[in-house]
């Protein structure tokens, strides 16, 4: 089994709260390089050398494969070095996901200091060769304003980037960002364009405000039967808040629900055990 930390890596780095565990992204033969870095994690030295052979005639996916197994120790040892040796010769060749792999290097302090203005600077390489999830982390990082000034019209501009792409994550952060941001106007139209979309990608926390919208009529009439449609979906989906809420109407016989002690109970138990499922994946594990 992969490390917890380098799944993302090897996929998509998105930084939103939580790292998505994506399959790889297409390559030239994604299958057979999925294979090679799968069975090196189980210490095939066949497999590290057959994707060594790859990344040293010049193969850009190989080599940045190559570096994110070193870079996590992934079957081998870890070697920093050579890590960073391999993802700078795969973004040489622009390569967006080795770009985007390195900013998030940078932007975490794996394997390297940690160095928020040089992994602006890869994740902006990585936009500008249209990696979605670069263009969204851009935008995570301009909205919170942490590391950087913060900017929210520039945050706007990187989710519609990235939402334009399909990237369902950006899709929801930019229609909830029209819901009402600070520095953005109010557009109900948009906003429930892009959550609808997230929501129709399997997104549970899309549709968790789609259950907002319908309750509070923001740009369509308010409903509580389809507000709480909306944040059942989302906690059957799994979201642990959506199912909190589920469990309080049924407490409270809300949203013109007939109270019901025993559902109430089932979906406060689901409430405790997808709040610390969520938990459990937002603590690093080494």
Known sequence: MLKSWLSPLIATSIVAGALLNAPLAMASDEPALKDLVEKIAHKDAVALEQLETLAEHGDMIAQDRLGLVYLAGQGVKADYPLARKWLFLSALQNFAEAESHIAYMYQMGIGTDKNVKESLVWYQMACAHADAASCFNLGVIYAAGKDTPKDIQQAEKLYRKAAESGLTIA?????????????????????????????????????????????????????DSDAFAWYLKSAEAGYWIAAGIVSDAYKRGSFGLTKNEAKATEWYQKYIADQMQDKSRRVPKH
């Open 171 to 223: 899709q929801l952060n930019l229609g909830v960002l029209y819901l009402g941001q600070e520095g953005i106007d109010k557009d109900y139209a948009e906003a429930n364009r892009w959550i609808n979309k997230a929501a129709q990608s399997g997104n549970a926390k899309a549709m968790y405000y789609l259950g907002i919208v319908n309750q509070n009529g923001l740009g369509v009439k308010a409903s």
